[in-house]
């Protein structure tokens, strides 16, 4: 498996794919940011409510403000995920590398895990530099604040894992639907429909029950990253339901994704 890995980071290191995608996320983190400092400019204009509905912002908090903002944008990074998720495995199909592969006596298990460990690299890449490079844009854009409180870090770092398994999981149910159709459009079109019709449901529902919807908005993987941003406002019921639903996803995504691959007839 080591050399299947080996010759992945190979390939997509020399390509443009993944640097396109990086770009395109550094974009995202600048538009990110530059909202928000117009969303300050006009509360700090406007007073106590801007004319868009924010609430006014006391202080600038530096590095806690900074994650507070980088939390409450992070659900679209399942898009930025989406595409390096086919940036590794839909060319093996498209190519017909796969054939060749297993051909070669390659194992399936292994093909489809080294997929899964490069795939969670490249999602851990992409939290680490979203949350580095915001946090370092919103500090020179808005200044450093005041110094973090001390159990802040303990905080962040249970945040932190918390959302890397969620993504970890966003991953591993990306990986399941690629080795299952084998179409990147029909990936696409599903995935998309998985991780938004839910979102446009809850929000729907809010209108009409709000609190039936805070529960199943534990259920829902997108809304549930947004939320442990926040992770000291929320119960810890909440928070082990999410993590349950989590592990569920990871679990199930990659028993059924990999007996899928291991029975499909390659052509």
């Not at 868009?52 to 006391?58: F, K, Q, S």
Request: with cysteine.
């Amino acid at each position: 498996m080591r050399n299947l890995i080996r010759a992945d980071v190979y390939k997509i290191v020399r390509g443009k794919a993944l640097y396109i995608t990086f770009a395109v996320l550094l974009l995202y983190i600048i538009m990110t940011i530059v909202t928000e400092a117009i969303v300050i400019g006009f509360v700090d204009t406007y007073g106590q409510t801007a004319p868009i509905g924010i609430e006014r912002y006391e202080s600038v908090d530096g590095v806690v403000s900074a994650l507070g903002v980088l939390f409450s944008s992070m659900e679209t990074l399942i898009f930025i995920l989406l595409s390096l998720i086919l940036l590794v495995v839909a060319p093996i199909f498209a190519s017909g590398a796969v054939k060749n592969d297993i051909a070669r006596g390659v194992s399936r298990t292994k093909l489809y895990f080294s997929k899964m460990v490069i795939c969670a690299v490249l999602c851990v890449l992409m939290y680490a530099f979203y949350l580095s490079i915001g946090t370092l844009a919103y500090l020179l854009t808005n200044g450093f604040g005041s110094p973090v409180p001390v159990d802040f870090w303990g905080t962040m770092l249970q945040t932190v894992g918390a959302q890397l398994l969620l993504f970890f999981a966003i991953t591993c149910f990306g990986l399941f639907l690629i080795f299952t159709l084998k179409r990147s459009g029909m990936v696409i079109g599903i995935f998309l429909a998985a991780m938004l019709l839910p979102h446009v449901l809850l929000n729907v529902l809010t209108m009409v029950n709000s609190d039936l919807a805070s529960i199943l908005a534990n259920f829902d993987l997108p809304a549930s990253i947004g939320r442990l941003g926040f992770l000291n406002q929320l119960e810890i019921s909440a928070i082990l339901t999410m993590l349950g639903v989590g592990i569920l996803y990871i679990v199930a995504s990659t028993i059924f994704g990999l007996a899928s691959f291991r029975k499909a007839e390659i052509k």
